[in-house]
């Protein structure tokens, strides 16, 4: 069975960083690009950031550009998410998924980050 | 960026009846190497983290009841509930993975009238 499972989600304050992660097993994780999707309470789903099979293309949403930085360890099965000079409005619960020709599945169940003094 | 827009943002429909969501998307998701409308559907309960529906805007994902069915090409998209079940309250979303950044609908919550 295909499963991520995220980690590292915390209450940060105002400027703060933080480094999320997202183990995945259950498929071969060097072949597919993992991205992270956010969902702040009570809205809808922003993407955020992306990375490729082989880590050699990167993605960022606007919102988090010059902020976050997304990389991923093979050898590990690992997708990691570093975040910088947080916001408040950077509170949310951070997805990792799998993408695929399908779209992105499966989805982890998310660790929330909570930016807050 | 491409922009996916839904309709409506809220919809209530009685039990055995039809729910219809729409998405438009600002640019068109057709990958002309695949043929394929880079559009996927996902459903999202209450504490639950999405889950994946139907995939190339028409596809239903394995295991997915079949009166969740997906249409359209191009720019415009249905997702389409024949005889609705209490346990299809949930939010659903559009998505296209056509370009980076892989953008979302707004989410249409979908009650129960």
């Known amino acids: 069975e295909e499963q991520l499972v995220e980690s590292g989600g915390d209450l940060v304050q105002p400027g703060g960083s933080l480094r999320l992660s997202c183990l995945a097993s259950g498929f071969t994780f060097e072949t597919y690009g993992v991205h992270w999707v956010r969902q702040a309470p009570g809205k809808g789903l922003e993407y955020v950031s992306g990375i490729s099979s082989h880590g050699g293309s990167t993605y960022y949403a606007d919102s988090v550009k010059d902020r976050f930085t997304v990389s991923r360890d093979n050898s590990k099965n690992t997708l990691f998410l570093q975040l910088r000079s947080l916001r408040t409005e950077d509170t949310a619960i951070y997805y990792c998924v799998k993408a695929s020709r399908s779209g992105f599945d499966p989805w982890g169940q998310g660790t929330l980050v909570i930016v807050s003094s | 960026d491409i922009v996916m827009t839904q309709s409506p943002d809220s919809l209530a429909v009685s039990l055995g009846e039809r729910a219809t969501i729409n998405c438009k998307s600002s640019q068109s998701v057709f990958y002309s190497s695949n043929n394929k409308n880079q559009l996927a559907w996902y459903q999202q309960k209450s504490g639950q983290p999405p889950k994946l529906l139907i995939y190339w805007a028409s596809t239903r994902e394995s295991g997915v009841p079949e009166r969740f069915s997906g249409s359209g090409s191009g720019t415009d998209f249905t997702l389409t509930i024949t005889s609705l079940q209490a346990e299809d309250v949930a939010l659903y979303y559009c998505?296209?993975?056509?370009?980076?950044?892989?953008?979302f609908g707004q989410g249409t919550k979908l009650e129960i009238k």
């Open positions: 998505h296209q993975y056509y370009s980076t950044p892989y953008t």
